[in-house]
């Protein structure tokens, strides 16, 4: 059972919202004898295995992991499966685990679980089940990307750096609908980037990670807010390194940027405004580099004008003047991915043989086979 559907009731009500199946007994636990360093290395399957038989026994009746995939600052995600469903469909673990009440090395966060409830798109990844483990720590069971995120799509699968412009095209209209229909909600993701969209069996992109997201619900759409560095430091829009003031009706394009980032990424293997060269966590180094530096198409990979286009006006560092997501989904690249999607590129080859060989049996990839 998750928690309520009222953002107040996250705190109040956490110790009385979990499914009688997964409650812990907590007189079977001795917390003065047990104990685990502030250092142990949770990403370790069996590690994760013996903090879960202390501090949630009943977990392995129900689940079993199979693979460490991926961490940061706001949980470690396993890929796992169900014991009691009797089949083999995986699903994504995410724990969020404190190890230590002076120090935690992953940051709790309900909110993400209160706002991923909300959402039910096909583009975004479903929360399943929520289960409390101890104090304030966690773990929410969702679905599974089948080829992982996008970095891992093209650092384990494809081997290279950069996606073709017409695969780029076929994942770029589902990921902005995605968010559009975030917007309508007021809420917003704010951290759009590689590593949170994840390709499933049928190489449907799925948003994921919503512990960055807020909610614009409380405002009306010509109020002003001021919000605070949020998401990843080179996906960041210049109006949140800057600490801007911007009316609400313009927040989307906040996601816009980002998006704008992800894309350019995946199609060139590079970031915009030279800003490889610089530590994702560097803002300040970040906006003086988008002050300093234009906005540059490589010229190592072929792509068409459209596209560069597109890119120009999603990654306006000017927000009044880039796209919204609606200015998005009208644009020409968008809406004609169909007629892209048959143009030769000097990157399909490759990826297509590949993309055949491990989607054998998806029918909307045939036109992508050349």
Same mark, same amino acid.
């Given at each position: 059972?998750?928690?309520?559907?009222?953002?107040?009731?996250?705190?109040?009500?956490?110790?009385?919202?979990?499914?009688?199946?997964?409650?812990?007994?907590?007189?079977?636990?001795?917390?003065?004898?047990?104990?685990?360093?502030?250092?142990?290395?949770?990403?370790?399957?069996?590690?994760?295995?013996?903090?879960?038989?202390?501090?949630?026994?009943?977990?392995?009746?129900?689940?079993?992991?199979?693979?460490?995939?991926?961490?940061?600052?706001?949980?470690?995600?396993?890929?796992?499966?169900?014991?009691?469903?009797?089949?083999?469909?995986?699903?994504?673990?995410?724990?969020?685990?404190?190890?230590?009440?002076?120090?935690?090395?992953?940051?709790?966060?309900?909110?993400?679980?209160?706002?991923?409830?909300?959402?039910?798109?096909?583009?975004?990844?479903?929360?399943?089940?929520?289960?409390?483990?101890?104090?304030?720590?966690?773990?929410?069971?969702?679905?599974?990307?089948?080829?992982?995120?996008?970095?891992?799509?093209?650092?384990?699968?494809?081997?290279?750096?950069?996606?073709?412009?017409?695969?780029?095209?076929?994942?770029?209209?589902?990921?902005?609908?995605?968010?559009?229909?975030?917007?309508? &909600? *007021?809420?917003?993701?704010? =951290?759009? #980037? /590689?590593?949170?969209?994840?390709? %499933?069996?049928?190489?449907? !992109?799925?948003?994921?990670?919503?512990?960055?997201?807020?909610?614009?619900?409380?405002?009306?759409?010509?109020?002003?807010?001021?919000?605070?560095?949020?998401?990843?430091?080179?996906?960041?829009?210049?109006?949140?390194?800057?600490?801007?003031?911007?009316?609400?009706?313009?927040?989307?394009?906040?996601?816009?940027?980002?998006?704008?980032?992800?894309?350019?990424?995946?199609?060139?293997?590079?970031?915009?405004?030279?800003?490889?060269?610089?530590?994702?966590?560097?803002?300040?180094?970040?906006?003086?580099?988008?002050?300093?530096?234009?906005?540059?198409?490589?010229?190592?990979?072929?792509?068409?004008?459209?596209?560069?286009?597109?890119? &120009? *006006?999603?990654?306006?560092? =000017?927000? #009044? /003047?880039?796209?919204?997501?609606? %200015?998005?989904?009208?644009? !020409?690249?968008?809406?004609?991915?169909?007629?892209?999607?048959?143009?030769?590129?000097?990157?399909?080859?490759?990826?297509?043989?590949?993309?055949?060989?491990?989607?054998?049996?998806?029918?909307?990839?045939?036109?992508?086979?050349?």
């Amino acid at each position: 059972m998750l928690y309520e559907e009222k953002e107040k009731d996250i705190e109040d009500n956490k110790n009385n919202n979990q499914s009688n199946e997964t409650k812990i007994n907590n007189n079977t636990l001795n917390k003065n004898i047990i104990t685990f360093p502030e250092n142990y290395d949770l990403t370790q399957i069996e590690n994760m295995n013996n903090y879960l038989d202390i501090y949630q026994p009943t977990f392995k009746n129900n689940f079993e992991l199979i693979e460490y995939l991926d961490s940061g600052s706001t949980g470690i995600v396993y890929k796992g499966k169900s014991k009691t469903k009797g089949n083999n469909q995986q699903y994504a673990f995410k724990f969020c685990i404190k190890l230590s009440k002076e120090k935690r090395n992953i940051r709790n966060n309900y909110h993400e679980i209160y706002y991923q409830k909300k959402l039910h798109h096909i583009n975004i990844s479903e929360i399943l089940a929520f289960y409390k483990i101890e104090d304030k720590s966690y773990f929410s069971v969702s679905e599974f990307g089948k080829f992982g995120n996008l970095d891992n799509f093209l650092h384990n699968f494809l081997k290279r750096r950069f996606l073709s412009e017409s695969f780029i095209n076929y994942l770029s209209k589902p990921i902005l609908e995605s968010l559009y229909y975030m917007h309508r &909600k *007021k809420l917003y993701h704010m =951290d759009v #980037k /590689k590593g949170n969209l994840v390709l %499933d069996v049928e190489m449907n !992109p799925k948003l994921i990670d919503f512990s960055s997201c807020i909610s614009f619900e409380k405002y009306t759409p010509e109020q002003e807010i001021q919000l605070s560095k949020i998401g990843t430091g080179r996906y960041m829009a210049p109006e949140l390194l800057n600490h801007e003031k911007i009316e609400v009706k313009y927040g989307d394009k906040i996601d816009v940027y980002s998006f704008g980032i992800t894309i350019y990424n995946l199609a060139f293997g590079t970031y915009p405004y030279q800003l490889n060269s610089v530590q994702s966590n560097d803002y300040d180094k970040i906006l003086e580099k988008l002050k300093e530096e234009p906005l540059e198409i490589p010229n190592n990979v072929e792509v068409s004008n459209m596209f560069k286009d597109f890119l &120009k *006006k999603v990654l306006e560092l =000017d927000y #009044k /003047k880039r796209y919204s997501i609606k %200015d998005a989904l009208e644009d !020409p690249w968008i809406k004609g991915w169909n007629i892209i999607a048959n143009e030769k590129d000097n990157t399909g080859i490759q990826e297509n043989f590949i993309i055949r060989l491990i989607s054998d049996n998806i029918p909307k990839f045939n036109q992508y086979i050349k």
